[in-house]
C-alpha cells in the first residue's frame, strides 16, 4: 500500500486505540462481525487491506463497501474514518490484481451511491486527473458508470456534475490544441471512448438528464463521426452507439423532448456512417439501426392517433 495511505490507516487505528500490530486470524472474522461494533467491524477492514494475502486484502476492501452501502455512521459521520475509505478505494483502484482492483471499483462506485452529490465530483476529478496511469483511470470510470447506471430518477439532479466534464474529455479526440497534440495519440482515444460509454450509459439510464446539453452534445458527436483517421475506427462505433442509446433512452418522448434540427442532424450523421463508413461494418450495422428507430420513432409521432 501507499506510504501515505498506510500511515493515515495507522494514525486512524492508533487514535482508537487499536494495537496496529496485533496479528489477527482472518478466518475467524467473520464470525467475529456479528458480536462486533462498527468500529471494531471498520478497524479489523482497515487492517485487512494491509494484509499481504490478496484474499484478505479485498476481504477487508468488501466490508468498507459494505458498511458503506449500509450508511454506516461509523464510516460516512467520521471524518477520519471517511478519508481512510476514501484512500483505501483510491490507494487499491491502481493495484495489479484484478481481484482487488474491480473490488476497490465497487467501493468508490458505493461512496457515490451513498452521497452522490459529495462523491460524483471526487469520481470525475480523479477521472480526469492525468497523474493517474489510463489504466486506473478507465478503473475509476467504470466506477463513476456503475453510479451513474444506478442513480435512476436522480441522475438528472447529478448530471451537470458529470456531463460538461466527460463532453470535454470527448472533445480532446477532436482538438487542434497544441497542448492535447503532445499527448499520445492512443490516450486521447483511448480517453475519449471512454468517456463516450460512460454518457451512453447515462443515456439508457436517464437521457432526458441529458437534455440541456443537447446542443453541445450534437456538435461533439458530429465532431467525433466525422474523424477519418483510422485510429478513430471504435471511437466512430462508440459516437454511433451514443446516439442509438440517447434514442431508445427519449423512447417515444424523441420527438416531443428533442429539438427537431438536432434530430435531422442525427439523423444525417447515422445515415452518412451507415452508407459510407465500410472500414467497419459493425459501426455501419449499428449507424442503419439508429436510422431505422429514428425514422419510426419521427413516423410514430406524425401519425399520432
Given at each position: ?17 487499536e ?8 478466518l475467524?472474522?467473520?464470525a ?17 487491506v ?14 468498507l ?6 450508511k ?13 475509505t ?11 490484481d ?23 465530483p ?9 497523474d ?8 475509476v470510470g467504470?466506477a463513476?458508470?456503475q ?13 451537470p ?23 499520445e ?11 463516450l ?15 440541456r ?14 474523424l477519418?483517421?483510422s ?7 462508440a ?36 452508407d ?13 439501426v ?16
Amino acid at each position: 500500500m501507499a506510504t501515505a495511505v498506510q500511515m493515515q490507516v495507522t494514525i486512524v487505528l492508533a487514535l482508537q486505540g487499536e494495537d496496529v500490530s496485533e496479528a489477527r486470524d482472518p478466518l475467524s472474522e467473520t464470525a467475529k462481525e456479528t458480536a462486533g461494533t462498527d468500529v471494531s467491524r471498520f478497524n479489523a477492514a482497515l487492517r485487512d487491506v494491509q494484509d499481504d494475502l490478496v484474499p484478505v486484502q479485498a476481504h477487508g476492501i468488501i466490508e468498507l463497501r459494505n458498511m458503506v452501502l449500509a450508511k454506516s455512521r461509523a464510516v460516512l459521520e467520521s471524518s477520519e474514518r471517511l478519508d481512510a475509505t476514501i484512500g483505501v478505494f483510491v490507494d487499491k483502484v491502481k493495484s495489479a490484481d484484478s481481484f482487488v482492483y474491480l473490488n476497490a471499483v465497487r467501493g468508490l462506485s458505493a461512496l457515490a451511491d451513498a452521497h452522490g452529490r459529495r462523491f460524483i465530483p471526487r469520481l470525475v476529478e480523479m477521472y480526469q486527473n492525468t497523474d493517474f496511469q489510463l489504466d486506473e483511470q478507465l478503473r475509476v470510470g467504470e466506477a463513476l458508470m456503475q453510479s451513474i447506471q444506478r442513480a435512476g430518477e436522480m441522475l438528472p439532479e447529478y448530471a451537470p456534475l458529470f456531463v460538461p466534464q466527460l463532453l470535454a474529455i470527448v472533445q480532446t479526440a477532436n482538438t487542434e490544441d497544441e497542448q492535447q497534440k503532445a499527448m499520445e495519440e492512443e490516450v486521447v482515444v483511448v480517453r475519449a471512448h471512454s468517456a463516450l460509454s460512460i454518457l451512453a450509459a447515462a443515456a439508457q439510464t436517464s437521457a432526458l438528464a441529458l437534455n440541456r446539453w443537447m446542443d453541445l452534445i450534437a456538435a461533439t458527436v458530429d465532431g467525433i463521426l466525422l474523424l477519418v483517421e483510422s485510429s478513430a475506427v471504435e471511437l466512430r462505433r462508440a459516437a454511433v452507439v451514443f446516439w442509438v442509446s440517447l434514442l431508445r433512452g427519449f423512447g417515444s418522448r424523441l420527438v416531443e423532448l428533442v429539438d427537431m434540427g438536432i434530430l435531422r442532424q442525427m439523423h444525417r450523421s447515422l445515415r452518412r456512417i451507415s452508407d459510407s463508413d465500410a472500414e467497419d461494418e459493425l459501426t455501419q450495422m449499428h449507424a442503419q439501426v439508429g436510422v431505422e428507430e429514428l425514422d419510426d420513432a419521427v413516423k410514430a409521432h406524425l401519425f399520432l392517433p
